[in-house]
C-alpha cells in the first residue's frame, strides 16, 4: 500500500489537526519522499515511517508538536538539516538502519536543540574509529545514543514508566488475587452451607431419638404404675379372703 492511502485509512474521518499520534510502518513511497502528510498535522506529536523506502525528507512537512520521529530501515543518506527546519522541537530520533557513513552527516542535526535520544544502529558511521565520543562532542544536546548515555547507562523505557505510573501492571495482580480470594471465600461457604446442613439433619435425628425415649419412659412409668396396681388389687383380694374365713 502507498503513503498517501495509507495515511488516509489512519486518519479515520478525522481531520488531520486531530491526529497526535501516526504510525504508516512498512507502506511504500513511489519516489523514496514523503507523501500524504501536510502542514495541516499541526498536532501531530509521534510519527513513525519505518521501512516505507525513503530516501530523502525534503518534502516532509512542518510538525511543530513533534517530539518523537521513527525512521529506521529506510534509505537516507542525507538531508537531515530539513528536520531542524520542520520539527524543531524534536527529543527522539531513530535513524538506525539507514544508509548514513560520515560524520558530516549527523552534523546537521545541531540544531535540534531538544534532541536527547538518537539512534544510529545499523548504519556503517558506527564502525568509525571513536564514533560514540564523536557524536557526543558533536551533538552535546544528546544524552543518550543508541540507547545508552556517555556512561554507558542504558536508557530509561518510556512505556514500563508510562505502565508504572498509570499502576496497570499491579492493578493485574491484585484484581486476581482478590478474585481468588473471593472463590476460597465462596468455596469455604459451600462447605460450611453442606456442615450446616449435615448438622440439621443429625440434630433433627437426635431429636427423634429423644423422643422415642421419653416415649419409652413413658411406657415403662405406665408399666410401673399399672404392675403397683395390679399387686394392690391381689393384696386387696388377700384380705377379703382373710375376712371370709375368719367369718
Known sequence: MDMKKRITLELR???PAEIVELVV???RSADGEVEGLTDEFTELEFLSMVNVGLSSLAKLPSLPKLRKLELSDNNLSGSLETLAEKCPNLNYLNLSGNKIKELSTVEAL???KSLQSLDL???????LEDYRESVFELLPQVTYLDGFDQEDNEAP????EDEDEDGEEGAGPTGDFEEEDDEEEDEG???GGEVGLSFQVNQVNQEEYDEEDDYA???EEQAGVQGQKRKRDVDDEGEEDDDDEDD
Open 13 to 15: 474521518n478525522r481531520s
Open 25 to 27: 510502518d512498512n507502506s
Open 110 to 112: 545541531q540544531n535540534l
Open 121 to 127: 544502529f545499523n548504519c556503517e558511521i558506527t564502525s
Open 157 to 160: 523505557d518510556s512505556e514500563a
Open 189 to 191: 461457604g459451600s462447605e
Open 217 to 219: 419412659e413413658e411406657e
